[in-house]
């Protein structure tokens, strides 16, 4: 069965400092990967995703992905973190072959903490 | 354009009960799917309802059923509680159609937070 891992349950960094959370995920078949963030007494929000073709994969507000599927691995960047970053970060993988994404595996979340 | 919404958005109950949790999703989308959240987990998936029927379910016991209504909206049932139900219900809404597209993606509420005392 598919699984997701994220790898560090908490990530405290200083603001501006570069912040990368790290997810892998198995599978035996094609995925589609997503990061999704959520703050406090709040649902989540799609971050980003990778659904096929580039494989580098960015948002608006400055992170980006890689889907290494080599290394079953999705990791999260942002080159310089802002204060409104802090929140939990949930990576989610969707390996339906019927390209029906409604079930989503979500790993335990990374808790991003900005500090000033 | 509203979201995704849903209702309650907090509510206590006692061991035994049932709950009734209701969802109306995203204007254009046909399919909604259900989450609990336990505190501090990621969301595991419950079921996804599309055309009125019940078309995925995890790993839940038939204590936790749903509809889908004709209007696309839903509610999730959850009978004889227990305390280990207490959890964020997470509603979340999307295209049923294929192939995989942009708009096949999930979005999702605010939540419905249960305590189960």
């Known amino acids: 069965a598919q699984s997701v891992t994220q790898l560090d349950s908490q990530v405290p960094v200083f603001e501006e400092a570069p912040v990368e959370l790290r997810c892998n995920y198995s599978?035996?078949?094609?995925?589609?990967l997503f990061w999704y963030v959520q703050y406090p007494n709040q649902g989540l929000q799609l971050l980003l995703k990778?659904?096929?073709?580039?494989?580098l994969v960015k948002s608006i507000n400055g992170f980006e992905a890689e889907f290494n599927k080599s290394q079953t691995s999705f990791h999260l960047r942002k080159p310089s973190v802002h204060i409104s970053d802090t929140a939990e970060y949930f990576c989610?993988?969707?390996?339906?072959?019927?390209?029906?994404?409604?079930?989503?595996?979500f790993g335990q979340g990374t808790t991003l903490q900005v500090k000033p | 354009d509203a979201g995704v919404t849903q209702s309650p958005t907090h509510l206590i109950k006692t061991r035994g009960q049932q709950v009734t949790l209701r969802c109306s999703p995203k204007?254009?989308?046909?399919?909604v799917s259900w989450y609990q959240q336990a505190l501090g987990q990621g969301p595991q998936f419950i079921f996804q309802?599309?055309?009125?029927?019940?078309?995925q379910r995890g790993n839940f016991p038939d204590r936790f059923s749903g509809h889908q209504f004709p209007n696309y909206s839903s509610e999730l049932n959850v009978n004889a509680l227990l305390l280990g139900d207490s959890a964020l219900y997470l509603c979340?809404?999307?295209?049923?159609?294929?192939?995989?597209?942009?708009?096949?993606?999930?979005?999702f509420g605010a939540g419905s937070r249960l305590t189960v005392l």
């Open positions: 979340a809404s999307s295209l049923g159609r294929r192939p995989i597209s942009g708009a096949n993606v999930l979005t």
């Open positions: 599978s035996s078949v094609s995925v589609y």
């Open positions: 990778y659904l096929s073709g580039s494989t």
């Open positions: 989610a993988v969707s390996d339906d072959g019927s390209g029906n994404t409604g079930k989503l595996i």
């Open positions: 204007s254009g989308h046909d399919t």
């Open positions: 309802y599309y055309e009125e029927e019940e078309r």
